[in-house]
């Protein structure tokens, strides 16, 4: 089984820290995707990344920037965490031979207060 | 830009009876049609997916249906059980964009017994 894990279920931030999203996945997948859910947007894209070192920006990348040192992880960093960023944040991973599947992690509830 | 609209966003049916999601989606170049199921306190899994070049897909209780002429696509759920009480996502893709997903913005199903 593919399994994607995220470093918190729940964090509560401050205005103005800088806050680190963990995720790893364990099954060598080449792509992966951060995005945030909102209640009646769904889920929008904020950063994903094709291979080790590299990224692209979402639709909402604003606010928002990540890094890929290695295969099986993905941080998510928010730079200075406003109220705006309160938010439920998934991570996703995806084998890129085989077909268009995302594996989602169980996200994480941001508050920033 | 590319743009996915789900309808309705709250949807409560009986149990047994059946239920319908409807998607329409923007960009005609998107060939990839997948249905995300989002259980509570979990991330998003693929219950279902469609290509373009097939007008319907079934699986079990589960069923999809497109119309790339009117660009839209449809999940109907049969016999409808409590458990299959979730949020839903729709999501459209196309081939040169490195498996990005543009999701819908979810319709929380509910089941009563």
């Known amino acids: ?113 | 830009g590319e743009n996915v609209e789900q309808h309705p966003s709250t949807l409560s049916v009986q149990e047994g009876d059946s239920a319908v999601i409807k998607c329409t989606y923007s960009d005609s170049a998107s060939n990839y049609f997948p249905w995300y199921k989002q259980e509570l306190g979990k991330g998003p899994q693929l219950i279902i997916d469609i290509r373009s070049n097939v007008g319907e897909k079934k699986d079990q209780r589960i069923a999809v249906t497109l119309n790339k002429t009117a660009k839209h696509f449809s999940l109907h759920i049969t016999e409808t059980q409590p458990e299959d009480s979730a949020v839903y996502f729709c999501a459209a893709s196309r081939d040169n964009q490195g498996g990005k997903l543009i999701f819908g913005q979810g319709t929380e199903l509910s089941v009563k017994p």
């Open chain 1, 1 to 113: 089984d593919v399994k994607v894990t995220q470093s918190s279920r729940y964090l509560v931030k401050r205005t103005g820290e800088k806050v680190f999203l963990e995720c790893v996945q364990d099954m060598d997948h080449e792509n992966m995707f951060w995005y945030r859910q909102d209640p009646g947007l769904g889920l929008r894209l904020i950063y994903f990344s094709y291979d080790v070192k590299m990224k692209e920006k979402g639709d909402i990348p604003e606010g928002y920037s990540v890094s890929r040192e290695k295969k099986e992880r993905f941080s998510l960093i928010l730079e200075s965490a406003s109220t705006n960023q309160t938010s439920m944040y998934l991570c996703a991973s995806r084998n890129q031979g085989r077909g268009y599947e995302q594996y989602f992690g169980p996200g994480t509830r941001l508050t920033v207060t």
